[in-house]
C-alpha cells in the first residue's frame, strides 16, 4: 500500500511556485525532468510556504489567547527558544536561540506562546534585527508589560556557505523597553540568567 501523506497548501500558490522552481533548476543548468529532480518543484513549494506561514499569523493574538490576570512583577524568562529562518537577501536560513523577558503588569501569558510569537516572526523573510524588535512589539502590544527584553544569537548560510565563508560566526541582536531598558541592574540580571546554566 503506498504511502501518502496529507497536508494542506493553497493549490494556487503551490502551481506558482512550481513553476518559479522548474525555471529556476532549469537556468541553473540540471535537467528538471529526471528522476531525483521531478518532485523537487513540489517540495520546494510547499517548504516555501512552511518557511513563510507566519505572514498569514497574528502575533498579538496568539498572545492574547493565553492573557491571564496576575497580581505579580517579578522578571517571566523564556530562554533558548529556538528558531528557524530565511534571510531575505539570499533566500538562505539562518538559525539560532531566542531570550525573552518581561516583567508582568497586571497581566502575563502562556509560556508557550512566546515561543509562538518567535515562530510567526521567524516563519517570514527576514533580517535578524528586525525580527528581534518584531517580538518585543508584539509583546509589549499585549500585555503592556513593565518591561521587555528580546535576544537572538543566530548563523547566517548566507555568511557560512557563500560571500565571505564564515563558518564560526554568530550574530547576536538585542531589544530592550521599559525596566530593561532605563535600568541597567534589571538588565544585568536577565543577561546575566540567559547566559547561565540550571544544572
Given amino acids: 500500500m503506498a504511502y501518502h501523506k496529507k497536508e494542506y497548501y493553497d ?8 513553476a518559479a ?3 529556476i533548476i532549469g537556468l541553473a543548468g ?3 525532468s529526471r528522476e531525483g529532480l521531478a518532485k523537487t ?3 520546494a513549494a510547499k517548504a516555501m510556504q512552511f518557511n513563510t506561514q507566519g505572514y498569514s499569523q497574528d502575533a498579538v493574538a496568539i498572545l492574547n489567547s493565553a492573557r ?28 539560532g536561540k ?10 502575563i501569558t502562556g509560556l508557550s506562546k512566546l515561543a509562538r510569537v518567535v515562530d510567526v516572526y521567524a516563519r517570514r523573510l527576514q ?6 524588535t518584531q517580538i518585543l512589539g508584539a509583546i509589549k502590544e499585549s500585555l503592556n508589560p513593565l518591561g521587555v527584553a528580546v535576544v537572538i544569537e543566530a548563523k547566517h548560510l548566507c555568511m557560512m556557505m557563500r560571500g565571505v565563508q564564515k563558518q564560526n560566526s554568530v550574530t547576536t ?14 538588565r544585568n540580571e536577565f543577561l546575566k540568567l540567559i547566559g547561565s546554566s540550571l544544572s
Fill in 98 to 107: 531566542a531570550h525573552i523577558a518581561y516583567i508582568p503588569n497586571g497581566y
Fill in 173 to 186: 541582536t538585542s531589544a530592550f523597553d521599559g525596566e530593561f531598558l532605563d535600568n541597567h541592574i534589571t
Fill in 11 to 18: 493549490e494556487d500558490v503551490t502551481e506558482g511556485m512550481m
Fill in 127 to 132: 533580517v535578524q534585527e528586525r525580527l528581534t
Fill in 30 to 32: 540540471d535537467d528538471v
Fill in 41 to 43: 518543484p513540489e517540495r
Fill in 68 to 95: 491571564f490576570r496576575e497580581d505579580v512583577s517579578e522578571m517571566v524568562i523564556v530562554k533558548d527558544i529556538e528558531l528557524y529562518s530565511m534571510c531575505e537577501h539570499h533566500l538562505h536560513p539562518f538559525y
Fill in 21 to 23: 522552481y522548474r525555471n
